[in-house]
């Protein structure tokens, strides 16, 4: 597909969550593209080096050169701390010249998948899974709604489909 056959996103601030590797580092590469210059891509995951080496890759990319700004926030997300950060970059990030927020909750984990269902008899260990996969992402979703003016396009890439894209109902 041709950059004049793409969607076009405007000017946008975008959270990916999850953009150290995998689908997250996909589809901000896929934003970066999609976006208009002046916006604002803000990758968050835990391995920092993974996230600075993206930052540099699309800080060189045609849409970098064009006023593409990326920044990257370190975090765990199964924090509140984490969570925090990831807030306040965005709300730094803000201006009166975005035209929309995109969240894109990709962050998730599987744990360990080598393992049979028959193992998974601690509780807190299960919990750890869900808290990461469902309730940080409501609770970033929410805190940015908070922090932020409406309407933020939230998408979320996880498994658990009710939590997808409901912006109205927030
Ligand atoms: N792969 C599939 O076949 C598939 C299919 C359907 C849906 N999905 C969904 O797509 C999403 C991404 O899948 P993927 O295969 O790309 O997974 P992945 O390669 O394991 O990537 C997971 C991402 O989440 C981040 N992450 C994990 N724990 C975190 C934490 N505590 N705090 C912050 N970031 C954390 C990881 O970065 P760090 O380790 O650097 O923190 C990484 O960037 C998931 O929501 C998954 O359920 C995947």
Not at 31 to 36: E, G
Not at 39 to 59: C, G, M, Q, Y
Not at 145 to 158: C, E, H, K, T, V
């Amino acid at each position: 597909m041709s950059s004049s056959q793409r969607t076009d996103l405007g000017r946008a601030l975008c959270i990916i969550t999850g953009a150290s590797r995998g689908f997250g580092r996909t589809v901000a590469r896929e934003l970066s593209r999609l976006v208009k210059p002046g916006s604002v891509l803000i990758l968050t995951a835990r391995s920092e080096e993974n996230l600075r080496s993206l930052e540099v890759e699309l800080a060189g990319s045609e849409a970098g050169k064009s006023g593409l700004l990326v920044q990257c926030v370190p975090a765990d997300l199964a924090q509140m701390a984490g969570l925090q950060s990831v807030v306040s970059a965005s709300r730094a990030a803000f201006s009166e010249h975005i035209d929309h927020v995109i969240l894109v909750n990709n962050a998730a984990s599987l744990g360990d998948v080598s393992r049979f269902t028959s193992s998974f008899t601690d509780m807190a260990e299960v919990d750890s899974y869900l808290s990461l996969n469902v309730t940080s992402c409501l609770c970033l979703t929410a805190r940015l709604l908070q922090a932020l003016p409406p309407p933020i396009r939230a998408l979320s890439l996880r498994r658990q489909h009710h939590l997808a894209v409901r912006p109205a109902a927030f």
